[in-house]
């Protein structure tokens, strides 16, 4: 698997890749894709608003399941 992030300071979003090239055989399973580590830089609260994509092999789509979340720092 080839993972690549794209990190825009500006707009707020990371943008994180997964790929899985020439797989005739694709994954099976259930478990944790990727993670996100914040630094706190200083007091305030932010949501953190998830989405994405996925596919079988033969270009299907796999249905994903995100969470919302609100981080708080204080």
Do not use: C, Y
Request: overall charge neutral.
């Amino acid at each position: 698997v080839t993972f690549r992030q794209d990190v825009d300071t500006v707009a707020g979003r990371i943008a994180i890749t997964g790929i899985r090239i020439a797989a005739a055989v694709g994954a099976s399973g259930s478990g944790l894709m990727a993670a996100v580590l914040f630094d706190a830089v200083g007091v305030g609260s932010a949501t953190l608003v998830t989405s994405g994509t996925a596919s079988t092999p033969s270009g299907a789509p796999i249905a994903l399941v995100f969470t919302q979340a609100t981080v708080n720092v204080q």
